[in-house]
Each structure stands twice: as structure tokens, then as C-alpha cells.
């Protein structure tokens, strides 16, 4: 069963180039998020986003957003992937931006995953996280076996170590920090083997 990647917190020309050119990711995900060491301004992301190839789907990862931050960069991206909003606010934000809404889970008990119940029919995908979001911290995984709903992504604390065992839960693999020497920097060297090892399967 093919594993579909998405690579998370983008912020550099040269690490855009290095997925595109190793192959294997359908996903970039941008955060716009003060507190992140991988945080944008919209004019960064405008020329980040403007080197994507059009097979690799762009997600805007945000909290909380305001309407007037989701017309700024709408046209920019194909998802937008959201924190800490209810189902009616999801709702509101598909209007605005007229794309598609990842909803993120954060799970740190058992009984959070069953929060995805309320977006079932209004969100477009969803993504089970870990509380701390980037904090390379993942949950347990067990949680996630009476899912009722198809394909997800699973995130938090993913690395070329647990990727194995992460494939085995989910089609849909998110992974930020386990391809990064220093919070918010990316390495070409662990974005190439991941990506290698991706291959080999």
C-alpha cells in the first residue's frame, strides 16, 4: 500500500529543491505560527510557494486564523491545515478560502481522538498530532485503531527510526522535526535518506 508524505514546516529554496528533485512527498506544509522556529511572513511564503510544482499539494498550517489572514494567502495553497477551531469555524473557513480543511487532532489522552466525530462531514481530511504540535513528542499510537474514518495523517514525533511502525497505522504520514538538525532547520542530508528510504519499500 502506497504511503502518501507530507513534509512540514518549509522554509527554505533549498529544501523545496532537494524533495522535488529526491520525489516521493505530495504534500509541503507552511506554518504560520509566531511561537514556531519554522514560522512564515506571508511574503516569505509567497516565494516558497511559487517554486512547488504543481502534483505537490500546498498546505498553510495555522491556529486559530483570522478571515483577514485567510484572504491574504488563499490563493497560495490547496489545504489549509487548522488548529484549535470548532466545527462551525471550519466551516466559515472553507467559505473564505474556498479550499480544502485539514483538521488537527491534538491527542493526548485516549478519549481526544473521538473529537474527530465533530468534524465528520465538514472537514475535508484530518491529521492526529501530538499536544505539543512541534514539540517532536508523538503520542500513543495504540489510540488510534477504532479510527472510523479511512485515510488520515498520523504526526508528531515522526523520524526515519519510527517510520516503520508509523506506516503500519497510517496511509498518511506527517513529519516535520525528525527531518531537522535544529528546530525550524531542515537537512538535506535526512530529507534524502527519508525520502531514499521511502523509495525502498
Not at 42 to 52: A, Y
Not at 68 to 81: A, G, H, I, R, T
Not at 121 to 146: T, V
Request: with cysteine.
Amino acid at each position: 500500500m502506497s504511503i502518501e508524505l507530507k513534509i512540514c514546516g518549509i522554509s527554505s529554496e533549498n529544501i523545496i529543491k532537494t524533495i522535488v528533485e529526491n520525489g516521493g512527498c505530495q504534500y509541503l506544509g507552511f506554518v504560520f505560527y509566531p511561537p514556531s522556529p519554522r514560522n512564515l511572513s506571508i511574503e516569505q511564503s509567497k516565494k516558497l510557494t511559487s517554486m512547488v510544482p504543481k502534483h505537490i499539494k500546498k498546505v498553510a498550517v495555522v491556529v486559530k486564523p483570522e478571515n483577514s489572514f485567510m484572504e491574504k494567502v488563499k490563493d497560495q495553497f490547496d489545504y489549509f491545515q487548522v488548529y484549535d477551531v470548532s466545527p462551525e469555524r471550519v466551516k466559515e473557513l472553507k467559505l473564505i478560502s474556498n479550499k480544502k480543511i485539514i483538521q488537527s487532532i491534538k491527542v493526548k489522552k485516549e478519549e481526544d481522538i473521538d473529537l474527530y466525530k465533530e468534524y465528520v462531514g465538514i472537514a475535508d481530511e484530518f491529521l492526529f498530532d501530538s499536544p505539543g504540535m512541534e514539540k517532536s513528542s508523538n503520542f500513543n499510537w495504540d489510540y488510534l485503531k477504532n479510527i472510523e474514518i479511512k485515510e488520515w495523517f498520523l504526526a508528531g514525533g515522526i523520524n526515519i527510526d519510527n517510520f516503520d511502525k508509523a506506516k503500519n497505522i497510517a496511509q498518511k504520514i506527517d513529519i516535520s522535526s525528525g527531518l531537522e538538525d535544529n528546530p525550524g532547520k531542515k537537512s538535506v542530508k535526512k530529507i534524502s535518506d527519508f525520502l531514499s528510504k521511502l523509495k525502498s519499500l
